[in-house]
């Protein structure tokens, strides 16, 4: 992954960052659950879904808000202010566009090559958590 050309993450849409970056921040999850514990796949299946969903990620995109750079921040809202064509079923409206702002934020730094940011940002994440 290290290797991999950059690619100008400017050039795609809200929503197509958001589906890369929703793919980023699940294997980060499941990363940290495997690596806290060998436990059965549905204990982790399950734990990742208490993190992976709307007003989890609603909760840590508030929380990451203030130590963003403003171009992750304008990346954020640029996420967070699309329009998706579907609504959420579990979740309130507000919950589902601050979590396609997260998404949209990890999507635009792995397709930047941001890997350190990457990894700095879900440090923190795994911080507040904890808390």
């Given at each position: 992954m290290?290797?991999?050309a950059r690619t100008?993450?400017?050039a795609y849409s809200p929503l197509t960052?958001?589906?890369i970056g929703d793919g980023v921040y699940d294997l980060l999850v499941r990363d940290m659950l495997v690596r806290e514990a060998n436990r059965p796949v549905g204990e982790l299946n399950r734990r990742k879904v208490q993190l992976v969903n709307c007003k989890s990620q609603a909760k840590t995109a508030a929380a990451l808000l203030p130590?963003?750079?403003e171009r992750e921040q304008s990346v954020y809202k640029r996420g967070r202010n699309a329009a998706p064509k579907c609504t959420p079923k579990n979740a309130s409206v507000a919950d589902y566009h601050s979590a396609t702002g997260l998404e949209a934020l990890f999507g635009y730094l792995y397709l930047s090559g941001e890997r350190q940011?990457?990894?700095e940002l879900f440090s923190i994440i795994v911080g507040q958590a904890e808390k």
């Open positions: 290290e290797n991999e100008n993450a400017d960052l958001a589906f130590v963003l750079t940011r990457i990894e």
